[in-house]
């Protein structure tokens, strides 16, 4: 207990968090696979999505209120005991375990293609599970501390990149405007919500933070930002590359970079691409280890996460091995996680506060009406 009492998360390290944890698929292939789902309205498809998500956060904020000293585990375990907290934890847990080990190899085939193409695959991996271990190892406290310092920097090298991709806008390549048609649009939004799966880590630090009653105003402010990156990086994409060869490169914003030259002596933006993708990369894999052992040890109650570490970053390493290449990662992260990843994300916050809630109404009734019979 005196370990939790030390950890202390400033509104703005917390922010920066979650930023990054949420902004780093971009630097992947979400502008690619939105463009699939939305063609010319890949950009409104993602606006659609941010909106969805800030109002369903604004609903569960505003529930979550009465429990806002506690995570989402706490809250588990007031609505269904011991049990409904464990069985909470390893499903939170699944899924940024899943989410971890697809991403670790997304990142190391990229890495791959890029620059180490006669590198094995299990060295590259290698190399980002050595890097995920020690900031794992450092503790969320300097997790958040390292983020409030790079998110703004990779923000600013973000909007450069975008900025140079002004000269090749082309507004007739995002028509038509409503792409496959407003019904479609709403359908492939649902899916897509899980591009914000990983909100769920706010509800995990709400302990921690300086001032607990801040959770609402940072997920808030976390989704407006996310959703403004989002929807600007998927329109300056589509802007550049018109549906369907914007369906085409398997690293959108790096062939983005790559694409720009402005005279003779500004080139080869992709490197301060790269810069970027590897600083976010580790950021996020670190935090998602970090949330893996963190949801393990706080499911079993046991002392203390580190020892969970070197077994957990074992595990990740050995199913980040088992697709034969990036397509096959590639076909589990959009056959599987991107369709049902939601729901946990989701539903089952809302399921779990609206328990507790319930739970905590009738016991207070219960004692109401004791003390009146005695």
Known sequence: MQMKQKIKIGNFEALCLLINMFCSKLILDFPRYVSEDGGTASWLLVLLISIVVFVVFTFLARIYKKFSDKDILDVAKLAFGEPGKIIAGLLFMLQFLY?????????????????????????????????????????????????????????????????????????????????????????????????????????????????????????????????????????????????????EFFLPLYQLARSIAIGRFLSRIEAIFILVWASSAFLYLSSGLYFVTYMFKKSFGLQTRKPLLIPFTILIFSIAMIPENLYSALRLKMGYYRNYAWIITIIVPLFLVTAASVRAKIERRNKSDEAKSQ
């Open 99 to 247: 989410l971890v080990t697809i991403v670790v190899r997304e990142f190391a085939e990229d890495i791959k293609v890029i620059s180490l193409t006669t590198t094995p695959i299990s060295i590259i991996i290698s190399l980002f599970c050595i890097g995920m271990l020690t900031g794992a190892f450092l503790g969320i406290e300097t997790l958040c501390r390292i983020n409030a310092l790079a998110v703004p920097v990779l923000s600013a090298a973000f909007i450069f990149i975008l900025l140079l991709s002004i000269p090749r806008f082309d507004s007739s390549k995002i028509a038509p405007w409503l792409g496959p048609g407003p019904a479609v649009l709403i359908k492939k939004a649902i899916p897509n919500i899980s591009a914000y799966s990983e909100l769920t880590t706010l509800l995990f630090i709400i302990p921690y933070l300086n001032d607990k009653g801040n959770y609402v105003s940072i997920g808030k402010y976390a989704i407006l930002a996310s959703g403004f990156f989002f929807t600007v990086g998927t329109l300056t994409y589509t802007l550049v590359y018109q549906y369907p060869m914007s369906t």
